[in-house]
């Protein structure tokens, strides 16, 4: 875990935006086919095109939020056809969590 890049993708309020978000889909994503349902099969997340619409950004610019949230480990992807579905890396969260509570 790099806590630098993890710090530098959280200094963006549009970026933890849509992490807490993607904390509640069901709450926050209303249209049903904004986001997948988590079963045995899919580990659930939240279309780009819904992200998007939601922050009312362009398109260029949410993909850059959410490639920068991946790369600090924050977001997984998943592709399902032609799309990408995003959702919060739990696991890296509360690591991150963990970290700045013993550190800090």
């Not at 904390?23 to 086919?33: S, Y």
């Amino acid at each position: 875990m790099d806590k630098i890049n993890i710090i530098k993708a959280l200094s963006n309020e549009n970026r933890l935006e849509i992490l807490e978000w993607l904390k509640e889909p069901e709450k926050h994503f209303d249209k049903p086919t904004a986001h997948l349902s988590k079963n045995i099969n899919e580990k659930g997340g939240v279309c780009v095109g819904d992200i998007q619409e939601k922050a009312g950004l362009s398109q260029s610019t949410i993909s850059l939020y959410l490639s920068t949230l991946q790369r600090a480990g924050l977001l997984e992807s998943e592709r399902h056809g032609q799309w990408t579905y995003y959702r919060r890396n739990e696991k890296v969260i509360k690591e991150f969590c963990n970290l700045l509570n013993e550190e800090l």
